[in-house]
């Protein structure tokens, strides 16, 4: 039986549903604001407990709306109040999704950035401090028959 030959749903059970998602869409709420607040931190020991918790916490939220959903037109036997509620915390939810991404983001470019400075700083005080370090001129007097002449190509690689 699909979803649209699903039989409707009792108000008892709608509302049960209901509840259900505004709990698990409150929970889900309060967990980012946690994250956003402790995400950059110099400490962020339980961030991995955390991120699964959330993981979670997705699921049983996606798994709440869909089961909610199920027939449209039982949605209409929602009380206004509950429908307001539902409202509001999809509103909720949705900002604070946002304003998580947004600081995840920034979070990311900024530590991609201070990665980039201790490499490129440590390329150059290698170079400088070891007139042995590897240059691409060392190895223009080697020539492998295989490969066609060309210039020499520096490879490096990023973190």
């Known amino acids: 039986m699909n979803a649209e030959q699903q039989a409707p749903v009792n108000q008892t059970e709608l509302m049960v549903r209901a509840e259900r998602v505004v709990r698990l869409g409150d929970e889900m709420s ?17 961030y991995g407990t955390l991120v699964k918790k959330k993981q979670q916490l997705l699921l049983d939220y996606q798994g709440a709306v869909k089961s909610l ?3 449209r037109e039982d949605l209409d036997k929602l009380t206004g109040p509950m ?22 983001s920034v979070t990311a470019a900024a530590t991609h950035k201070v990665l ?9 005080e290698s170079a400088s401090n070891n007139p042995q370090a590897y240059s691409p001129s060392q190895f223009q007097s080697y020539r492998d028959e295989r ?5 020499a190509i520096l490879v490096t690689e990023k973190a």
Do not use: C, F, Y
Not at 30 to 46: A, F, P, S, T, Y
């Open 30 to 46: 309060q967990l980012m604001e946690i994250e956003n607040d402790i995400v950059g931190q110099r400490h962020m020991n339980d």
């Open 69 to 71: 959903l199920g027939q």
């Open 83 to 104: 429908r307001a509620q539902l409202k509001a915390t999809g509103s909720r939810l949705d900002a604070i999704a946002h304003q998580n991404a947004e600081k995840l």
């Open 116 to 124: 980039q400075v201790v490499i490129d700083t440590i390329r150059r």
């Open 147 to 151: 490969v066609p002449a060309g210039q």
